[in-house]
């Protein structure tokens, strides 16, 4: 697929061209086409209208937190997924509406829930019996209050994806295990505290999935479990939540499914269990797959590295400080050069950022034409966990992040500057 050119033949973001966003805002710099990201959101909702499902789409915000982000999604009628105080607090922030957020996360804070019930948070995610019973206990503060619950389970379901990011199987730090009877004995005390509105259950099974098959068999255990909840415990769930994990295509290589076709798959599974109650409501979390392909990030190149019979390094002015994810877990992501970029490459070099670490190599196999300092590189699909897990590590400035759409650029965080690397700093002089 060829990228999007302007007349000057300048690759474009959301109808702005890359160059001129190099040049206004500097780089390295994150850009999002904001277009792309509405229409991610659509069409999964359109495979739940299609089917006529109650269903929830929650952007799992993890993936990309910043107030402008939960105004989109707010702006789309979706729900959000939130998992530490500090996203919340963003969502809360970008007036996002509590009723429509989701808190997880397996070691939530006394202090992390309280802010949840002060916010009115819809629906709180339980873990483990140490937060089923610390949250009763908040709630005990206020007798006449209920709480929206769905209990995390582990399904014994594993994807087939790097074991990092892979959490539906037992061996996993997530969630109540069901095999061994433990999501069925948390069920059994959630029902028992009527301050707690056990909506149903929850389960992720990892990220970057390819294959429908993880997801069927995971609709299909947890099918399972409720039915057997419904027998043992005469309980009727409203709410079925098989999370996120759909996978994007990051390089020429990947060819996964529409991630839409993955919510087809799942629905059809869900539909042919034969439930002995009515259909819950679906919800899903996609993160990488709201974000992921709408994201780009442009670099300046710099420096150059030619050794005899080696290949050759190209060096840019980001690297792992503003995109962890290639030193994290060896991703792999795809450079083109911004005033042409569908060039014919005629090199294959390690790109590689400005960090004082051998690993921060960006593309290990850059395939791109010949370039020069000042030119500018785009990287695709880098939407989803780059300018999240962004450090300050050898004290780089995180990069700004623009939002384009309809050909109109605007700045929706601005680069840090030196001054607000120290802060926080005091002195100890
Ligand atoms: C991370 C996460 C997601 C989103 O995963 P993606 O791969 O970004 O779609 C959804 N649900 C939960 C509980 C998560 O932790």
Redesign the pocket.
């Known amino acids: 697929m060829s990228d999007p050119t302007n007349d000057a033949g300048h690759l474009t973001i959301g109808g702005v061209d890359s160059l001129q966003l190099a040049e206004q805002f500097q780089t390295p710099l994150y850009v999002y086409d904001v277009s792309a990201i509405r229409d991610q959101i659509r069409a999964f909702k359109r495979v739940f209208e299609a089917q006529h499902f109650n269903y929830a789409v929650s952007y799992?915000s993890?993936?990309f937190a910043t107030i402008a982000m939960y105004q989109v999604a707010k702006q789309e009628a979706c729900h959000v997924?939130v998992?530490s105080g500090g996203e919340l607090y963003t969502a809360a922030q970008a007036d996002f509406p509590m009723a429509d957020v989701s808190f997880?996360g397996n070691n939530k804070s006394e202090k992390e829930l309280r802010e949840a019930l002060a916010l009115k948070v819809g629906t709180i995610?339980v873990d483990n019996f140490y937060e089923l019973q610390l949250l009763g206990h908040l709630l005990a503060e206020t007798p006449e209050r209920t709480q929206n619950i769905l209990l995390?389970v582990t399904p014994g379901i594993s994807a087939h994806t790097h074991a990092y990011?892979s959490?539906g199987q037992t061996d996993s730090k997530?969630g109540f295990d069901v095999d061994s009877g433990l999501a069925f004995k948390a069920a059994k005390l959630a029902l028992a505290n009527p301050q707690f509105n056990l909506l149903g259950i929850?389960a992720?099974i990892?990220?970057?999935?390819f294959d429908v098959a993880g997801f069927i068999g995971a609709t299909q255990k947890l099918a399972n479990i409720l039915k057997d909840w419904h027998e043992q415990l005469d309980y009727t769930p409203s709410v079925l939540n098989v999370?996120?994990?759909?996978g994007i295509a990051y390089t020429k290589d990947d060819d996964p499914i529409p991630a839409e076709d993955f919510v087809e798959a799942i629905l059809k599974t869900l539909r042919a269990q034969n439930l002995p109650f009515d259909l819950p409501a679906v919800w899903i979390?996609?993160?990488?797959?709201?974000v992921?392909p709408a994201g780009f990030q442009l670099y300046t190149v710099g420096s150059s590295k030619n050794v005899e019979g080696l290949r050759p390094y190209i060096a840019i002015d980001g690297g792992m400080g503003d995109n962890l994810r290639p030193a994290l877990y060896q991703a792999e992501y795809e450079a083109v050069k911004a005033d042409d970029p569908n060039a014919q490459p005629t090199q294959d070099v390690h790109l590689v950022g400005k960090y004082c670490e051998s690993g921060d190599i960006l593309i290990n196999h850059a395939h791109l034409p010949a370039v020069q300092p000042g030119d500018v590189l785009a990287v695709k699909s880098c939407g989803?966990?780059g300018y999240s897990m962004a450090s300050n590590y050898n004290r780089n400035p995180i990069p700004a992040v623009v939002f384009a759409e309809n050909g109109q650029a605007k700045l929706v965080v601005r680069r840090q500057s030196y001054a607000d690397l120290t802060q926080n700093d005091l002195s100890y002089d």
Do not use: N
């Open positions: 799992a993890k993936a997924d998992v997880h995610v995390r990011i959490t997530f929850h992720h990892g990220s970057q999935i999370g996120g994990g759909f979390e996609p993160g990488r797959s709201i992921g989803a966990y």
